[in-house]
C-alpha cells in the first residue's frame, strides 16, 4: 500500500508488487541476450548476406536495449523488496523507473519491427542459425509487450483518476488544513455513487452473458450496492495487500488455535451415539454476556439430534445432492473417464433406423452408432438419437444431466419423477426422484455452477421468512426466491402429491449442496406444514441463511454437514465486516516486507506445518517505525472505521445461521502433513461456532463436493470397522 500512481492515476499494484515480475523478466532477458551474444560472437564474419548490414545493426540495437531494460528490471526488483507494506518511502523511486522504462520499451518494439521485417522477409542467403536467433528475440520482444499489455489491464482501476483526486486533498483545504464539509460531502458522495457504478459495471462485464430481465437487474443493484459498500474506500490497498492481511490473520488464527471456532466437548459422534449426544459448547466468544449470548445470538445448549441423523443417512443423501449439478462435476470428478462412463448411462431408443428396436430396447449412444457403421446407415450423432423424455425439461440433447443422475444415485430412469435444469437467477435447477432404498421421495437442489446461480448467492440481504407461529423469522434474500420458484414448479405440477400417492408410506427427503443446501432447507420450512414428517439434509450450506428463530425452529428436521474450514457455511456480511477488521489490524501490526509474508504462508501451508515463533514476529505487538507515520495514521483510521462499521452492522444488522443441527467433520491433526491421509471426526456443533472465517489453504477446497463425499464415506468405513471389532468381541465373550 498504497496502490502505486503513475501517469496521472491510480494503478491496482503496490510499489512492494513488483518483485515476480522483475525477477521473470530478467531471467527472460538475460536467456535471450547470453543467446543473442553468442550467435552474434560466433558469426560476426558473416554478415555480407543480403541485409546484413541491417542484421549487425539489428543485433548490436537489441543487445543494448535488452541490456538496459535488464538492468532496469533489476533495480525495480530491488527496490521494491525495500520497506513493508506501510512503509512505502524506500520504494518511492519506483514510478521514475516505470517513466525509464516505458521511454526504453517504446524504441524496442520499434527495433522488434525492423527486426521482423528483416528476419521474416529480407533474409535471402543468410545463416540459418543467424535468422533463427533473431526470430527468437523478436518473438520474445513481443511476448514481453503482450505480458506488459496483460499486467495494465489486470492493474487498471477504472476509478484510478477519481481515487488520485480525492487522494490530493490539499488543495482544497481550508486555512486550519480542513476540507470545507459541502467540497468534502460532495468528495465522499461523489465516490460511493462511482464505485457503486464501477461494481454494477464490472457485474454486468462478468455477466454479460445473462439476460437482462427484471431479476437479473436487481440483483445487479443488490450486489454492486453490497459491493461498494464493503469495499468502501476507507484506506488505500491493492489486492495483495488484502492477501497478505489474510496471511497475517492465519499466523494469528494458529497462534490462538485454541479459541478458534469449532471447540467441541463431545466424544466422536458414530452411528450408534450421535442421536443422543447434547449439542452444546463452553466457548465464550468475545463479545458475549455472562449467558454466553450476546443479542440476536442462539443460546448455548440446543436440543438433541433426531435418530435418523446418522453418518450412513448423509452419506447416502450427498449422492443426490452430488448428482443435482449434472454432467459438469460428473466430469470433473473423473477427468479420464467420466465422458465414457456417462456414454453408458444415456439411454436412448431406436429411430427409424432401427425399426426392430424401435420403443422396444434401449441402448447407450456408442452402440447406437456402432451398429449405424454396421448396417451402412446414416448414422446420427449421440444427441439426434437420444430419447426425449416428458418429465425432463431443459436437460442437453444427449440426457447428460439425467444420465449423471441415474449413475450417481444408482437409481433406474422409471425412479426419475421430474428434473428441471432450467437455470436463471432465483431459478436453480433441481430433480425429484425415488429412493426405494430408504423408503423416501426426494428433492435435490443443485449448488452454484453458472454465474446465475452467483447472482443469487450474491443477493445476500436479509428478507421475511414466513413460518406460522415465529415471529421475526428471516433468510436469504436470494435463496428464498429461490425456494420459492421450486416450491411454485412442484405445486404447479402437483409433483410431489403425484409422486406421494404412488408410494404410500415414502418420506419426503430434501437434500443439496452450497447453494442448493441453503435452498433446500428454505423449502423444507415452506413444505413442512404439508409435509410434517419431512427432512432435511444440507451439505456446506452457507453461513448467512436463517435468523435465531427460523434456525431454532428447524432443529428437528434439517441436518446440516459443513466439513472442516469450508468459507461458505461462515460466509456472511457480519463475518466478512469481521474479516475485514482482522486483516487492517495485521496490516498496521505487520514490520515485515510483502515477499516475505507471502513465502512465510506458502511454506507453512504447503506441508500444514505449524508456524514458528520467529515466523510469527510477522505480527509485531506495536509498530515503532517513525519515518511512515502517514500511512500508519491512515490505516490506524480505516481500522477504527472498519471496527465502528462491524459493531454497527452486528447492532443494526441481522445475525444469520447455518441451519438446523450442524454436524462438523474435522480433520485430526495426528495424520497432517505433505503425504499424509486426512483422518476426519465428526461431532456436533452449534451454529454460533461459525460466525468467524478460518483462513486456511482449505477454506475452499473442503467446500467442493467431492471433499465431502470423501469425508463421510471416510467415516463409514470407520463406523463400520468399529462395527465390526465390538461385534467381534461379543461374539469372543
Not at 315 to 320: C, P, S, V, W
Not at 323 to 349: D, E, I, K, N
Amino acid at each position: 500500500m498504497p496502490g502505486m500512481v503513475a501517469f496521472g492515476r491510480r494503478w491496482n499494484v503496490g510499489s512492494d508488487d513488483l518483485v515476480i515480475p522483475s525477477v521473470l523478466e530478467i531471467f527472460l532477458r538475460v536467456a535471450w541476450i547470453t543467446g543473442i551474444a553468442v550467435v552474434f560472437q560466433l558469426h560476426k564474419d558473416t554478415f555480407n548476406c543480403q541485409g546484413g548490414h541491417l542484421l549487425k545493426t539489428y543485433y548490436i540495437g537489441i543487445l543494448t536495449i535488452m541490456a538496459l531494460l535488464t538492468i532496469i528490471a533489476i533495480c525495480t526488483a530491488y527496490l521494491s523488496l525495500q520497506g513493508t507494506i506501510v512503509h512505502t518511502a524506500p520504494r518511492r523511486n519506483i514510478p521514475k523507473l516505470m517513466y525509464l522504462k516505458l521511454g526504453v520499451t517504446i524504441p524496442e518494439l520499434g527495433w522488434n519491427v525492423v527486426g521482423s521485417y528483416w528476419a521474416f522477409s529480407d533474409s535471402t542467403g543468410c545463416d540459418i542459425h543467424v535468422i533463427d536467433a533473431v526470430k527468437g528475440a523478436v518473438i520474445t520482444g513481443f511476448i514481453l509487450a503482450a505480458m506488459i499489455i496483460i499486467a495494465l489491464a489486470i492493474t487498471f482501476d477504472p476509478l484510478g483518476a477519481k481515487k488520485r483526486g480525492f487522494g490530493d486533498v490539499s488543495s482544497s483545504q481550508d486555512a486550519d488544513g480542513q476540507l470545507e464539509s459541502s467540497e468534502s460531502g460532495q468528495m465522499i458522495s461523489g465516490m460511493s455513487t462511482a464505485a457503486h457504478r464501477a461494481w454494477r459495471s464490472r457485474c454486468r462485464f462478468l455477466c454479460c452473458c445473462l439476460s437482462g430481465d427484471e431479476h437479473s437487474n436487481s440483483a445487479f443493484n443488490d450486489i454492486a450496492q453490497l459491493l461498494a459498500d464493503f469495499f468502501e474506500e476507507e484506506v488505500d490497498l491493492v489486492p495483495t495487500d488484502v492477501a497478505a492481511g489474510m496471511v497475517l490473520v492465519k499466523i494469528e488464527q494458529d497462534k490462538a488455535t485454541q479459541h478458534l471456532s469449532s471447540v467441541y466437548v463431545n466424544p466422536p459422534i458414530t452411528n450408534a451415539n450421535m442421536s443422543t449426544a447434547n449439542v452444546s459448547t463452553d466457548l465464550m466468544q468475545e463479545g458475549q454476556h455472562s449467558n454466553g449470548t450476546t443479542p440476536g445470538q442462539i443460546s448455548a445448549t440446543r436440543c438433541a439430534p433426531k435418530e435418523w441423523m446418522t453418518i450412513d443417512m448423509m452419506a447416502h443423501y450427498m449422492k443426490f445432492a452430488s448428482a443435482s449439478y449434472g454432467w459438469p462435476l460428473y466430469v470433473f470428478s473423473h477427468l479420464c473417464t467420466g465422458v465414457c462412463r456417462l456414454s453408458t448411462s444415456c439411454s436412448v431408443h431406436a429411430y427409424k433406423s432401427f425399426p426392430d428396436r424401435r420403443n422396444t430396447e434401449k441402448m447407450d449412444c456408442c452402440e447406437a452408432v456402432r451398429d449405424c457403421i454396421a448396417e451402412e446407415r446414416d448414422c446420427p450423432l449421440c444427441c439426434s438419437c437420444a430419447r426425449p423424455l416428458e418429465y425432463v425439461e431443459n436437460d442437453n440433447c444427449c440426457l447428460c444431466n439425467t444420465a449423471t443422475i441415474k449413475k450417481v444415485t444408482e437409481i433406474v430412469e422409471e425412479d426419475i419423477v421430474y428434473a428441471n435444469f432450467h437455470n436463471k437467477v432465483y431459478e436453480i435447477p433441481f430433480f425429484v426422484a425415488f429412493d426405494h432404498s430408504c423408503g423416501s421421495v426426494v428433492i435435490a437442489v443443485r449448488g452454484t455452477l453458472s454465474l446465475r446461480d452467483v447472482l443469487t448467492d450474491l443477493t445476500a440481504d436479509s428478507d421475511t421468512l414466513e413460518i406460522e407461529g415465529i415471529e421475526g423469522s428471516h433468510a436469504h434474500k436470494g435463496m428464498i426466491q429461490a425456494a420459492k420458484f421450486i416450491k411454485a414448479k412442484l405445486e404447479s405440477k402437483g409433483i410431489l402429491s403425484s409422486a406421494l400417492q404412488q408410494v404410500e408410506g415414502y418420506r419426503l427427503v430434501i437434500t443439496g449442496h452450497s447453494l442448493g443446501a441453503g435452498t433446500a432447507a428454505l423449502l423444507a420450512v415452506l413444505l413442512k406444514p404439508q409435509y410434517p414428517n419431512l427432512m432435511c439434509f444440507a451439505f456446506s450450506p452457507p453461513g448467512g441463511l436463517m435468523s435465531v428463530p427460523a434456525s431454532q425452529h428447524c432443529e428437528d428436521f434439517i441436518c446440516s454437514v459443513i466439513l472442516g474450514k469450508d468459507i461458505v457455511p461462515r460466509l456472511s456480511v457480519s463475518t466478512m465486516q469481521d474479516l475485514k477488521v482482522k486483516t487492517l489490524r495485521a496490516l498496521k501490526d505487520s514490520t515485515q516486507p510483502k515477499h516475505k509474508i507471502f513465502a512465510t504462508g506458502c511454506w507453512h501451508a504447503l506441508c500444514k506445518l505449524s508456524v514458528p515463533e520467529d515466523d510469527r514476529r510477522l505480527l509485531a505487538e506495536s509498530s515503532n517505525i517513525s519515518n511512515y507515520r502517514t500511512a500508519e495514521r491512515d490505516i490506524e483510521e480505516a481500522l477504527q472505521n472498519a471496527i465502528l462499521s462491524c459493531t454497527r452492522s452486528r447492532i443494526t444488522n441481522r445475525i444469520l445461521y447455518p441451519p438446523g443441527q450442524v454436524m462438523h467433520i474435522v480433520e485430526t491433526e495426528a495424520d497432517s502433513g505433505c503425504c499424509g491421509s486426512p483422518t476426519f471426526e465428526a461431532m456436533w456443533s452449534h451454529p454460533k461456532n461459525f460466525l468467524d472465517i478460518i483462513v486456511s489453504p482449505r477454506m475452499l477446497a473442503d467446500h467442493m463436493p467431492d471433499a465431502v463425499t470423501k469425508a463421510l464415506e471416510h467415516l463409514q468405513e470407520r463406523n463400520a470397522r468399529i462395527q465390526h471389532t465390538a461385534h467381534q468381541q461379543a461374539v469372543a465373550v
